[in-house]
């Protein structure tokens, strides 16, 4: 019992994301964030506003490099994470059955499901509020929906990037055509969700307002996660797995500086290119 972590006097932290999460997350953030910019001013070139933002960036090519690089780096942290998975899995020597029915897996089911309805009910005042693990049913949405958008909005891209290549291998040139209005529209839709729902579900909920800085530090209190995910608290208890990841060393006050301030510069620029979405949307978009 003496090697107990959850016995020790001094608060305690549990790591909900490791370093290399929390480094793909980092690039998710810039490349999402560059992405939504440069996309929306080549979407509305014809606004003059967003032709004051692209001279603001050094033009139109300028803006057109950016967002080619933001899309690097996206296929980047897509494959990095692939790979994360894999050397994971064999690390730790798990099933496949695990990796996709586990408490650890984001791979939506019945739970999820009903954790939806429970949630519903908690909103109305019709019942408690549902008792959450490792992952709620809004993260496994967001999850996949990169996914969705590496595959739909990325193949897209690349169609509108290397627009010879494709039509050289035998593609229609009236694919051309539907990938720009695929990748245009589905990126707006895109954009517009993470800068609303995410960002609500994440850090404007009023258990997280203004910011959970978890994704940036790793670490959440102990207590906390208690209240919030009391199944993975649970787990504490019997899977060493599980226990190990808990410590009495805080998040350095460096590190959650730098986390507020990287933070709160994101969710500011997310907020105005909502703005600029409403904008868009009634005076601009056709």
């Known amino acids: 019992m003496e090697n107990n972590p959850l016995n020790k006097p001094n608060k305690l932290y549990y790591e909900r994301f490791d370093a290399y999460s929390r480094f793909l997350h980092l690039l998710v953030i810039i490349s999402f964030l560059s992405l939504a910019i440069t996309g929306m001013i080549i979407k509305f070139s014809d606004s003059s506003v967003f032709k004051t933002l692209s001279d603001l960036m050094g033009g139109y090519e300028v803006t057109g490099s950016i967002h080619r690089f933001a899309a690097i780096i996206t296929f980047l942290y897509f494959f990095l994470h692939i790979s994360y998975l894999i050397n994971k899995r064999k690390k730790r020597k798990t099933s496949f059955k695990e990796m996709l029915k586990g408490e650890s897996s984001l791979i939506p ?19 408690p509020r549902p008792v959450y693990g490792r992952w709620t049913y809004w993260e496994k949405f967001d999850y996949f929906a990169v996914f969705w958008g590496v595959a739909i909005i990325g193949a897209s891209g690349l169609i509108l990037w290397f627009p010879e290549f494709f039509t050289n291998l035998g593609i229609p040139g009236e694919i051309i055509n539907i990938a720009t209005i695929i990748h245009s529209d589905e990126a707006l839709l895109a ?62 006050p460096a590190l959650e500086r730098a986390a507020r301030i990287f933070g709160f510069t994101a969710l500011t620029i997310g907020l105005l290119i909502i703005i600029l979405i409403i904008y868009s949307m009634i005076f601009v978009y056709q």
């Open 109 to 127: 089911n019945k739970r999820d499901w009903e954790e939806f309805k429970a949630t519903l009910k908690w909103f109305l005042g019709k019942g």
């Open 191 to 252: 954009v517009g969700f993470i800068f609303t729902i995410h960002f609500f579900n994440t850090h404007f909920r009023p258990d997280k307002f203004p910011m959970d800085t978890v994704i940036f530090t790793g670490k959440v209190e102990l207590e906390e996660l208690k209240e919030d995910r009391a199944r993975e608290y649970e787990l504490l208890q019997t899977d060493d797995k599980y226990k190990e990841r808990v410590t009495d060393i805080a998040p350095s």
